[in-house]
């Protein structure tokens, strides 16, 4: 090649739409990426229902326990006590649960396409919708943490008060903004009307 020769090399022209194949590269990875918010629900549900029966269940344990014992040591570990318990069975009681729907479901795909003569694209189909069957092991999890984690707040918000009448008064407080920060929390995550999810949770 001469010195003073163009240089052509670089994109190359495609006579078919009069794109250059630098551009048609350029547009394949700017497509937007897409969240499956179906997906998200499944895990998203037990997160939101483990969150609010921590912070209520064991708020009305620590208040119940206050009633006959009004000693803050017992509160708490009565509170932890039902931390712990809760925990446990929301954990359980989700995987069961899930796993029902999971085996439910993946017998029906099977019986569809038995009865089925396309074949091959079935099962195509059939293994796209197993991936929003919801994960028994992954709803079990996000249960407990979150039943966990809002029974940790009455928890810890009583810990600190000596006075029965005003400990009692910072629970319900705090389990109260609690519950409203959990709403928007999942409508930030879900992607739902914010005022809908605070006034439900």
């Known amino acids: 090649m001469a010195a003073g020769a163009p240089n052509h090399v670089g994109t190359i022209p495609n006579p078919a739409n009069g794109t250059t194949d630098q551009n048609k590269q350029t547009q394949v990875t700017d497509v937007p990426r897409v969240v499956d918010y179906w997906q998200r629900a499944q895990w998203l549900r037990a997160a939101v229902l483990g969150a609010n029966d921590g912070l209520v269940s064991v708020a009305s344990l620590m208040m119940g326990v206050g009633a006959v014992n009004k000693d803050a040591k017992a509160m708490l570990l009565a509170g932890f006590a039902g931390l712990v318990a809760g925990a446990c069975g929301m954990a ?15 017998g029906q795909m099977k019986r569809d396409m038995i009865k089925s003569e396309q074949g091959e694209r079935d099962l195509e189909m059939a293994m796209e919708k197993r991936k929003s069957i919801p994960n028994p092991m992954q709803a079990a999890l996000a249960s407990a943490f979150s039943f966990s984690i809002g029974g940790l707040v009455p928890l810890l918000s009583g810990s600190f008060v000596s006075v029965y009448k005003i400990r009692l008064l910072v629970i319900v407080v705090v389990v109260s903004l609690a519950l409203v920060a959990f709403g928007s929390v999942g409508s930030l995550l879900g992607k739902t009307p914010m005022t809908r999810s605070c006034v439900s949770s």
């Open 92 to 106: 359980i009681g989700e995987f069961v649960s899930v796993f029902t729907q999971y085996e439910v479901e993946v």
